[in-house]
């Protein structure tokens, strides 16, 4: 499974299916979809307007060339000649079996069957299947084309080596598959879900708090813990210098004392759904799906890149998917040195990008040239580097959250510890946004002071002069 351009089937295509259609076909994957409900290719076209928007700002670097997306009449047709099937029908598993036998007729025996399944166990789904081995749990959360996690559940009946070949596939299309190392009932993320809410519905039957007052608790408080440090390095930190330890010592007693209704669920009968409908109404029913999801998507994107800045969690591994997917440092005419989407916090109150962040695309583009030139991390590491001495930056049109732009850059002088560069900011559709000229020094790190490049730098800092016609 080689091919410069694989192809993914998705079976089902609802928000979760959707979702999946819009990483895939995102990351470079052709997709066929297929879904009987008529409305399909308009539902499916609105989640893959919001994941064009969102999922390019996460990244610094563009994304793979976009694939092809087609929808189908028939399961066959999707699936034939297809490397990858996800399923994400609804939960019923005599509807499953039915699919998984339609797909099967039709795939290629090398090929992955994922399901999408939130409760389902590999074994229960692989009941009756011409090839058992071919089916795993591959269960996400919505947004799937933001949200890394994804349970990857083989079940006891699997190939090692298609297991293999799926973490390596969803790892390619950005996605952090946690290996669920045994057979459970709803896997392991959504159990904690179902006990949270759980202990929700008890909370509003009881008339101890709202809909909107519950995920105040969450969303202001320990939600953003987790987001980061997930619950055992939570309770690790609170334990002090003392540790997890501490911790159990103080707060383990609890265990026993009636807080929770966990092994207790409420009715959910008439009157406790319209109190429940009623409240989050209350809450959200100003803002319509379009807008909520926008807004989720944009707090989602400034949170993973907040901790993209600090190297850390889910931030950890979108800089290494960007290390995968950026583009080879090489010269071209014209020299594009930045290629991305502006992200939703680079912009300020008048709706458009800040003049601090136009510095960091001109301070990005400089970097490019500079690893091009050989002034790489090991250069920087070696006691040598070039510094921005002066800028002129011209803003000459608006461009705002989700917009894509790339940097031409021409390199004006290149000689002794001199290196000018002009760079041009331009939009999509090649309108020049903003302009910079640049002058950076070659200097030492060690005495801070200028001096003389290397001499295999400064010949290709020469030579790039040179080629861009510096002084003719």
Not at 45 to 53: E, K, Q, T, Y
Not at 62 to 81: I, K, Q, R, W
Not at 196 to 205: F, M, P, Q, S
Not at 278 to 289: E, K, R, T
């Amino acid at each position: 499974m080689t091919d410069a351009r694989q192809t993914a089937a998705i079976i089902g295509g609802g928000v979760i299916g959707g979702g999946w259609a819009a990483r895939f076909l995102l990351m470079g994957w052709d997709v066929r979809v297929h879904d009987p409900d008529p409305e399909a290719e308009r539902k499916i076209g609105d989640v893959l307007a919001g994941a064009r928007r969102a999922l390019p700002m996460l990244y610094d670097v563009a994304l793979p060339d976009e694939g092809t997306l087609t929808f189908h009449n028939s399961v066959g047709e999707a699936v034939t000649g297809a490397a990858w099937v996800q399923e994400s029908v609804p939960e019923r598993l005599d509807l499953k079996h039915r699919v998984f036998a339609e797909i099967q007729s039709h795939l290629d025996p090398e090929a992955v069957i994922g399901s999408s399944t939130s409760g389902f166990k590999p074994s229960e789904l692989q009941q009756g299947a011409k090839d058992p081995t071919q089916i795993l749990v591959t269960h996400p959360f919505n947004p799937v084309y933001l949200l890394p996690l994804v349970e990857l559940v083989p079940g006891d009946t699997h190939d090692p080596r298609a297991v293999a070949w799926a973490e390596e596939v969803l790892t390619g299309l950005g996605m952090a598959p946690l290996r669920v190392r045994a057979e459970i009932d709803a896997h392991i993320a959504d159990r904690f879900l179902e006990a949270v809410w759980r202990e929700a519905l008890w909370l509003i039957k009881d008339g101890i708090a709202t809909t909107a007052e519950i995920d105040e608790a969450i969303r202001m408080g320990f939600g953003l813990r987790w987001a980061q440090m997930g619950l055992f390095e939570t309770y690790r930190i609170a334990g002090g210098e003392a540790g997890m330890r501490h911790f159990i010592e103080q707060f383990g007693p609890a265990l026993a004392w009636p807080w929770t209704k966990l092994m207790d669920v409420p009715e959910l009968d008439d009157a406790l759904i319209d109190r429940i409908a009623a409240q989050s109404d209350a809450q959200s029913g100003h803002l319509s799906i379009r807008e909520l999801e926008r807004l989720r998507d944009d707090n989602l994107v400034a949170m993973l890149r907040a901790l993209r800045q600090q190297g850390s969690a889910a931030g950890a591994h979108l800089n290494a998917h960007e290390a995968q997917i950026a583009p080879a440092i090489a010269d071209a005419s014209p020299l594009v040195t930045v290629r991305r989407t502006v992200p939703v916090d680079w912009t300020d109150y008048n709706g458009h990008m800040n003049e601090g962040r136009y510095g960091q695309v001109f301070s990005d583009a400089a970097d490019f040239v500079m690893r091009l030139v050989g002034a790489d991390a090991d250069y920087i590491a070696s006691g040598l580097s070039y510094f921005t001495v002066e800028t002129t930056v011209k803003y000459l049109a608006e461009t705002h959250a989700g917009a894509p732009f790339h940097v031409v850059t021409q390199v004006l002088e290149g000689a002794g510890k001199k290196l000018k560069l002009y760079h041009e900011m331009r939009g999509e559709d090649g309108t020049v946004q903003a302009t910079c000229e640049q002058m950076l020094i070659h200097v030492s790190l060690e005495t801070r002071r200028s001096c003389p490049p290397r001499a295999d730098v400064e010949k290709k800092v020469e030579e790039l002069a040179a080629s861009h016609g510096a002084g003719a």
